[in-house]
Nanobody, 114 residues
Framework: QVQLVESGGGLVQPGGSLRLSCAAS????????MGWYRQAPGEQRELVAA???????NYADSVKGRFTISRDNAKNTVYLQMNSLKPDDTAVYYC????????WGQGTQVTVAS
């Protein structure tokens, strides 16, 4: 079973940037399309960015042009570069495979506030 460990969250002012990382154990990572998800208090978890095994990316409209997803298969890691952050981006951020998801990690809290 693959374990996922997210990191890089924190408190940032509106307009600021953060880079999230998600490290996955096991070699299965490189064979999976991956996604970054977020869940705000009282809301359902939503997919915000996705990347295929070949590096093709897709984004939710709410983050398009501000967030960039990338992956390093040699390091079993997927990243989310978040720029021009807004208070509405406040949430716990998770990564997981897009299909046949593994157990969820603990996530990393992102808080955007002045």
């Amino acid at each position: 079973q693959v374990q996922l460990v997210e990191s890089g969250g924190g408190l940032v002012q509106p307009g600021g940037s953060l880079r999230l990382s998600c490290a996955a154990s096991g070699r299965a990572f490189s064979f999976r399309d991956m996604g970054w998800y977020r869940q705000a208090p009282g809301e359902q978890r939503e997919l915000v960015a996705a990347i295929t095994t070949g590096g093709r990316t897709n984004y939710a409209d709410s983050v398009k042009g501000r967030f960039t997803i990338s992956r390093d298969n040699a390091k079993n890691t997927v990243y989310l570069q978040m720029n021009s952050l807004k208070p509405d981006d406040t949430a716990v951020y998770y990564c997981n495979a897009l299909h046949w998801a593994w157990d969820w990690g603990q996530g990393t809290q992102v808080t955007v506030a002045s």
